[in-house]
Protein backbone atom coordinates (compact mmCIF):
# COMPACT_ATOMS: atom_id res chain seq x y z
CA UNK A 1 0.00 0.00 0.00
CA UNK A 2 1.04 3.71 -1.21
CA UNK A 3 1.99 5.53 2.54
CA UNK A 4 1.83 9.06 3.28
CA UNK A 5 3.60 11.17 5.54
CA UNK A 6 2.71 13.97 7.46
CA UNK A 7 3.89 15.85 10.66
CA UNK A 8 3.39 14.19 14.02
CA UNK A 9 2.20 17.15 15.86
CA UNK A 10 1.24 21.00 15.18
CA UNK A 11 -0.04 24.00 17.19
CA UNK A 12 -2.44 26.32 16.71
CA UNK A 13 -4.76 28.87 18.24
CA UNK A 14 -8.34 29.37 18.47
CA UNK A 15 -9.92 30.80 15.74
CA UNK A 16 -6.73 30.67 13.50
CA UNK A 17 -7.13 28.68 10.19
CA UNK A 18 -5.15 25.17 10.29
CA UNK A 19 -3.18 23.60 7.34
CA UNK A 20 -2.12 19.87 7.53
CA UNK A 21 0.20 18.93 4.88
CA UNK A 22 0.03 14.92 3.74
CA UNK A 23 2.68 13.62 1.40
CA UNK A 24 1.95 10.57 -0.67
CA UNK A 25 4.58 10.97 -3.76
CA UNK A 26 3.90 7.08 -4.75
CA UNK A 27 0.05 7.91 -5.37
CA UNK A 28 -1.70 5.59 -7.72
CA UNK A 29 -3.86 6.86 -10.50
CA UNK A 30 -6.56 5.33 -8.59
CA UNK A 31 -6.28 6.26 -5.13
CA UNK A 32 -8.33 8.77 -3.36
CA UNK A 33 -7.00 11.18 -0.69
CA UNK A 34 -8.81 10.54 2.46
CA UNK A 35 -8.46 12.08 6.23
CA UNK A 36 -10.23 10.74 9.54
CA UNK A 37 -10.21 12.99 12.79
CA UNK A 38 -9.60 10.67 16.00
CA UNK A 39 -11.02 12.25 19.45
CA UNK A 40 -9.43 10.74 22.47
CA UNK A 41 -10.99 7.63 23.79
CA UNK A 42 -13.10 7.86 20.44
CA UNK A 43 -12.97 5.38 17.18
CA UNK A 44 -12.02 7.92 13.87
CA UNK A 45 -14.27 9.25 11.97
CA UNK A 46 -13.85 10.09 8.23
CA UNK A 47 -14.01 13.91 7.10
CA UNK A 48 -13.51 14.42 3.51
CA UNK A 49 -12.19 12.60 0.04
CA UNK A 50 -11.27 13.97 -3.13
CA UNK A 51 -9.41 13.11 -5.78
CA UNK A 52 -7.55 16.57 -7.54
CA UNK A 53 -8.11 20.17 -7.32
CA UNK A 54 -10.03 21.27 -4.27
CA UNK A 55 -12.97 19.67 -2.30
CA UNK A 56 -14.84 21.52 0.74
CA UNK A 57 -17.66 20.20 2.94
CA UNK A 58 -19.29 21.86 6.08
CA UNK A 59 -15.98 20.47 8.45
CA UNK A 60 -13.05 21.41 6.35
CA UNK A 61 -11.63 21.82 2.75
CA UNK A 62 -8.86 19.50 0.46
CA UNK A 63 -6.46 20.98 -1.64
CA UNK A 64 -4.83 18.31 -3.92
CA UNK A 65 -2.59 20.44 -6.72
CA UNK A 66 -2.10 19.05 -10.64
CA UNK A 67 0.31 15.81 -9.70
CA UNK A 68 -1.07 14.22 -6.83
CA UNK A 69 1.87 14.10 -5.03
CA UNK A 70 1.09 15.76 -1.74
CA UNK A 71 -2.46 17.53 -0.47
CA UNK A 72 -3.69 19.73 2.49
CA UNK A 73 -6.36 19.79 4.81
CA UNK A 74 -7.44 23.01 5.42
CA UNK A 75 -9.97 23.35 8.89
CA UNK A 76 -10.98 27.09 9.27
CA UNK A 77 -11.08 29.13 12.50
CA UNK A 78 -10.26 26.30 14.50
CA UNK A 79 -11.83 25.86 18.32
CA UNK A 80 -10.61 23.80 21.10
CA UNK A 81 -12.78 21.56 20.11
CA UNK A 82 -10.89 20.48 16.67
CA UNK A 83 -8.13 18.94 19.00
CA UNK A 84 -7.73 15.80 17.54
CA UNK A 85 -5.18 13.54 15.46
CA UNK A 86 -5.75 14.38 12.02
CA UNK A 87 -4.85 10.88 9.70
CA UNK A 88 -4.51 11.26 5.98
CA UNK A 89 -5.11 8.12 3.89
CA UNK A 90 -5.13 6.83 0.52
CA UNK A 91 -7.88 4.90 -0.50
CA UNK A 92 -8.84 2.95 -3.79
CA UNK A 93 -12.54 3.31 -4.85
CA UNK A 94 -13.65 -0.05 -6.36
CA UNK A 95 -11.19 -2.13 -4.24
CA UNK A 96 -12.35 -5.17 -2.86
CA UNK A 97 -10.09 -4.65 0.11
CA UNK A 98 -11.31 -3.89 3.21
CA UNK A 99 -8.60 -2.28 4.86
CA UNK A 100 -7.62 1.06 5.79
CA UNK A 101 -3.89 1.87 6.35
CA UNK A 102 -3.60 4.74 8.85
CA UNK A 103 -0.60 5.50 10.13
CA UNK A 104 0.80 7.58 12.80
CA UNK A 105 -1.71 10.82 12.37
CA UNK A 106 -1.06 14.73 13.02
CA UNK A 107 -1.90 15.23 16.51
CA UNK A 108 -3.26 18.83 16.39
CA UNK A 109 -3.79 21.35 19.74
CA UNK A 110 -5.61 23.94 19.71
CA UNK A 111 -5.06 26.80 22.52
CA UNK A 112 -6.98 29.29 23.73
CA UNK B 1 -28.13 6.16 18.77
CA UNK B 2 -27.99 4.20 15.32
CA UNK B 3 -23.95 3.82 15.23
CA UNK B 4 -22.06 1.63 15.39
CA UNK B 5 -21.67 0.06 19.31
CA UNK B 6 -18.85 -2.30 21.10
CA UNK B 7 -19.41 -4.38 24.37
CA UNK B 8 -17.56 -4.65 26.82
CA UNK B 9 -15.74 -0.55 26.35
CA UNK B 10 -13.37 -1.53 29.09
CA UNK B 11 -11.80 -5.26 30.02
CA UNK B 12 -8.96 -6.37 32.34
CA UNK B 13 -8.04 -9.53 32.72
CA UNK B 14 -4.98 -11.82 33.86
CA UNK B 15 -2.39 -13.43 31.41
CA UNK B 16 -3.50 -16.55 29.56
CA UNK B 17 -7.68 -15.55 30.10
CA UNK B 18 -9.63 -15.60 27.61
CA UNK B 19 -11.97 -12.72 26.39
CA UNK B 20 -14.69 -12.18 23.58
CA UNK B 21 -15.80 -8.32 22.60
CA UNK B 22 -19.14 -7.75 20.82
CA UNK B 23 -19.90 -5.33 17.88
CA UNK B 24 -23.01 -3.95 16.59
CA UNK B 25 -22.71 -2.38 12.54
CA UNK B 26 -24.82 -0.11 11.45
CA UNK B 27 -27.56 -2.28 10.88
CA UNK B 28 -27.85 -1.65 7.05
CA UNK B 29 -24.17 -1.90 6.60
CA UNK B 30 -22.65 -5.43 4.84
CA UNK B 31 -19.48 -4.65 5.74
CA UNK B 32 -17.77 -4.85 9.25
CA UNK B 33 -13.93 -4.60 10.26
CA UNK B 34 -11.85 -4.82 13.10
CA UNK B 35 -8.73 -3.35 14.01
CA UNK B 36 -6.28 -2.92 16.86
CA UNK B 37 -4.85 0.56 18.59
CA UNK B 38 -2.24 1.39 20.59
CA UNK B 39 -1.00 4.30 22.24
CA UNK B 40 0.38 7.11 19.83
CA UNK B 41 -0.11 5.08 16.74
CA UNK B 42 -3.17 4.69 14.10
CA UNK B 43 -5.71 2.25 14.41
CA UNK B 44 -4.04 -1.56 12.47
CA UNK B 45 -6.44 -3.55 10.52
CA UNK B 46 -7.19 -6.82 12.01
CA UNK B 47 -9.54 -8.51 9.52
CA UNK B 48 -12.42 -7.51 7.57
CA UNK B 49 -16.33 -9.21 6.77
CA UNK B 50 -18.61 -8.94 4.06
CA UNK B 51 -22.00 -10.08 5.36
CA UNK B 52 -20.57 -13.35 7.14
CA UNK B 53 -17.86 -13.84 5.19
CA UNK B 54 -14.56 -13.31 6.35
CA UNK B 55 -12.77 -12.08 3.42
CA UNK B 56 -9.45 -10.74 4.65
CA UNK B 57 -6.94 -10.95 7.58
CA UNK B 58 -3.91 -9.45 8.82
CA UNK B 59 -0.44 -10.99 9.80
CA UNK B 60 -1.70 -9.10 13.31
CA UNK B 61 -4.18 -11.68 13.69
CA UNK B 62 -2.57 -14.75 15.23
CA UNK B 63 -4.12 -17.88 15.44
CA UNK B 64 -5.32 -16.83 19.23
CA UNK B 65 -7.80 -14.53 17.40
CA UNK B 66 -10.80 -15.41 16.14
CA UNK B 67 -13.65 -13.44 14.97
CA UNK B 68 -16.88 -14.20 13.47
CA UNK B 69 -19.85 -12.99 12.07
CA UNK B 70 -22.91 -15.11 12.49
CA UNK B 71 -25.72 -14.04 10.03
CA UNK B 72 -24.16 -11.27 9.04
CA UNK B 73 -25.08 -9.15 11.78
CA UNK B 74 -23.36 -8.95 15.24
CA UNK B 75 -19.66 -9.83 14.99
CA UNK B 76 -17.55 -11.10 17.94
CA UNK B 77 -13.91 -11.26 18.41
CA UNK B 78 -12.35 -13.66 20.65
CA UNK B 79 -8.93 -13.60 22.19
CA UNK B 80 -7.18 -16.74 23.48
CA UNK B 81 -4.78 -17.31 25.99
CA UNK B 82 -3.98 -13.40 26.50
CA UNK B 83 -0.73 -12.01 26.57
CA UNK B 84 0.27 -8.37 28.06
CA UNK B 85 1.44 -7.71 24.41
CA UNK B 86 -2.64 -7.90 23.83
CA UNK B 87 -3.63 -4.49 25.53
CA UNK B 88 -5.20 -2.14 23.21
CA UNK B 89 -7.75 -0.31 22.21
CA UNK B 90 -9.92 -2.19 19.99
CA UNK B 91 -11.87 -1.00 17.61
CA UNK B 92 -15.06 -2.22 15.16
CA UNK B 93 -16.07 -0.24 11.67
CA UNK B 94 -18.20 -0.70 9.39
CA UNK B 95 -19.78 0.34 6.14
CA UNK B 96 -21.60 -0.23 2.92
CA UNK B 97 -20.24 -2.05 0.06
CA UNK B 98 -20.22 -1.14 -3.72
CA UNK B 99 -18.51 -0.15 -6.62
CA UNK B 100 -17.28 3.38 -4.51
CA UNK B 101 -15.49 0.76 -2.07
CA UNK B 102 -15.29 0.76 1.96
CA UNK B 103 -13.56 4.43 2.43
CA UNK B 104 -16.08 5.88 4.75
CA UNK B 105 -16.60 3.75 7.90
CA UNK B 106 -17.69 4.15 10.54
CA UNK B 107 -16.55 3.15 13.68
CA UNK B 108 -17.74 2.61 17.48
CA UNK B 109 -16.20 3.60 20.77
CA UNK B 110 -13.69 0.59 21.11
CA UNK B 111 -13.49 -2.14 23.67
CA UNK B 112 -10.09 -0.82 25.85
CA UNK B 113 -8.02 -4.35 26.91
CA UNK B 114 -5.56 -4.32 29.62
CA UNK B 115 -3.82 -7.53 30.45
CA UNK B 116 -2.06 -7.72 33.75
Known amino acids: LAKTTQPISMDSYEGQEVNITCSHN???????ITWYQQFPSQGPRFIIQGYKTKVTNEVASLFIPADRKSSTLSLPRVSLSDTAVYYC?????????????FGRGTQLTVWP | DTGVSQDPRHKITKRGQNVTFRCDPI?????LYWYRQTLGQGPEFLTYFQNEAQLEKSRLLSDRFSAERPKGSFSTLEIQRTEQGDSAMYLC??????????????FGPGTRLTVT
Open chain 2, 93 to 106: ASSLGGRFGSYEQY
Open chain 2, 27 to 31: SEHNR
Open chain 1, 26 to 32: NIATNDY
Open chain 1, 89 to 101: LLTTRGSTLGRLY
